[in-house]
């Protein structure tokens, strides 16, 4: 792992995200629901306090924040999801995981860093999901050197980055990687934790939609090292 993937990326001056979180931070806090936050908190185990607002409701304060604002440039990008990774409400988090996923073009491989401080930061499924899915997908794909930065955090201790890498080709269909989504697959087959088994099973039951036969054989094949829960998981919809 080079330096730069270990290093707290800095924030870097962004006039667009000082208007965004400006906003941010004035509108969601008046849509708070004590009541929900701590209902919300309990079912994410507590990683992060919650506002408590519901996913709909935000959605639509989003774009009203994010009204008559431009088009981002990858700084912009990184400054607006640094900062609302550094506020503790969970649902700030959301919104700097909606804005990547809808300006990922606008990154570079050089995003890369800062993708994996939000991965590893305060982690859990809600945030790393569309992260790995929405974000280090389309990186990856828009630069394959970054295939090299997936296969060295499919085998990263950290299983959030391991988590990533493994979901990463959820979207890819007919262009995904098979060696790597079977190679990552096998080399995370005997982790405990259920993450990753987890999401072992998710990436290749997606990949079942493209190519069941692949699938079934593979799992056919690596039954013996592969978990009950990942098995089950991939074969749910092709038997």
């Not at 008559?68 to 988090?93: F, G, H, I, K, S």
């Not at 606008?106 to 991965?119: A, K």
């Not at 993450?195 to 056919?220: N, P």
Request: net charge neutral.
């Amino acid at each position: 792992m080079s330096p730069s993937e270990q290093s707290v990326p800095d924030v870097p001056d962004s006039a667009l995200a000082d208007t965004v979180l400006r906003r941010l931070t004035q509108v969601y806090p008046e849509a708070a629901d004590p009541g929900r936050a701590v209902a919300a908190a309990a079912y994410m185990r507590n990683v992060a306090p919650f506002l408590g607002i519901a996913t709909p409701r935000r959605r639509d304060l989003s774009r009203t924040v994010l009204a008559d604002t431009r088009r981002p440039a990858e700084a912009d990008c990184t400054a607006v999801a640094l900062r609302c990774w550094e506020l503790p409400e969970r649902e700030y988090q959301y919104f700097a995981a909606d804005y990547l996923r809808r300006h990922v073009g606008r990154c570079s491989s050089g995003f890369l860093p800062v993708l994996r401080h939000l991965v590893t930061t305060r982690p859990w499924w809600d945030t790393v999901d569309v992260l790995a899915a929405h974000v280090a997908g389309p990186l990856v794909s828009a630069d394959p050197v970054l295939r090299g930065v997936m296969d060295r955090w499919a085998g990263d201790e950290d299983l959030w980055l391991a988590r990533t890498a493994l979901l990463h080709q959820l979207r890819f269909r007919e262009n995904t990687d098979t060696d790597r989504l079977f190679g990552y697959c096998l080399l995370r087959a005997d982790h405990p934790d259920f993450f990753i088994r987890k999401a072992i099973g998710w990436c290749l039951r997606e990949y079942a939609k493209t190519d069941a036969e692949a699938v079934r054989e593979f799992v056919d094949t690596a039954r013996d090292r592969l978990s009950p829960l990942s098995v089950r998981e991939a074969l749910r919809h092709i038997g």
